[in-house]
Nanobody, 124 residues
Framework: QVRLVESGGGLVQAGGSLRLSCAAS????????MAWFRQAPGKEREFVSG????????SYADPVKGRFTISRVNANNTVLLQMNSLKPEDTAAYYC?????????????????WGQGTQVTVSS
């Protein structure tokens, strides 16, 4: 079992930055590939970014490429999402997810463990 707790969400103006953090507890953190998903009201949950267990490879959805950066500190059981140049369309609940066996999977079903989410609101 892996428990995930997100933090760092909030209200920011367009063009601003936020850093989301996900703290994991439970099994060996480096065994898990991690990802961030987001879900806006009335929309399906969508992949944002992923990072493999070693941290050597990352993946980004096209809408966030060049603006968001994912990283992990395995010694601290933490995965981060640095979000820069935020846009109103980035407004959503952001979820941290952990999975194994799918590498940089982009489908929610490929992740077995989820956090409770943190809200990001970007005002225009």
């Amino acid at each position: 079992q892996v428990r995930l707790v997100e933090s760092g969400g909030g209200l920011v103006q367009a063009g601003g930055s936020l850093r989301l953090s996900c703290a994991a507890s439970g099994r060996t953190f480096s065994n898990y590939d991690m990802a961030w998903f987001r879900q806006a009201p009335g929309k399906e949950r969508e992949f944002v970014s992923g990072i493999i267990g070693s941290g050597a490879s990352t993946s980004y959805a096209d809408p966030v490429k060049g603006r968001f950066t994912i990283s992990r500190v395995n010694a601290n059981n933490t995965v981060l999402l640095q979000m820069n140049s935020l846009k109103p369309e980035d407004t959503a609940a952001y979820y941290c997810a952990a999975g194994a066996g799918y590498g940089l999977g982009r489908r929610a079903v490929q992740y077995a463990y989820w956090g409770q989410g943190t809200q990001v609101t970007v005002s225009s």
